[in-house]
Nanobody, 125 residues
């Protein structure tokens, strides 16, 4: 059973930085898609960044140039470095993972099977 545990959220002023971490356990093999998503109450959850088993990242347009997704060599911890944070980045951030093969050998923002409980990010003016 896959377990994902996020950490690193907090409250910072606009322009500041935070680094989120997601520790994964129970992943079988190394071919997983992993991603970060966020949700604001009253709005749909949205994909923020993905990383495929080959280390190729993908970013939502609204974070390009500001956020960086990465994964450690053991492929058990995925990070989201968030710079130049804006108030509109305020949200609960979730980590997700799924088998690359189950997703059809493609990492997309839809269809992730395993989710963490989230970490809150709050950005003030």
């Amino acid at each position: 059973q896959v377990q994902l545990v996020e950490s690193g959220g907090g409250s910072v002023q606009a322009g500041g930085s935070l680094k989120l971490s997601c520790v994964a356990s129970g992943l079988s093999g190394s071919n997983f898609c992993m991603g970060w998503y966020r949700k604001v109450p009253g709005k749909e959850r949205e994909g923020v960044a993905l990383i495929d088993p080959y280390g190729t990242p993908d970013y939502a347009n609204f974070v390009k140039g500001r956020f960086t997704i990465s994964i450690d060599n053991a492929k058990t911890t995925v990070y989201l470095q968030m710079n130049n944070l804006k108030p509109e980045d305020t949200a609960m951030y979730y980590c997700a993972a799924d088998s690359y093969f189950r997703l059809g050998n493609f990492c997309g923002y839809h269809g992730m099977d395993s989710w963490g409980k989230g970490t809150q990010v709050t950005i003030s003016q």
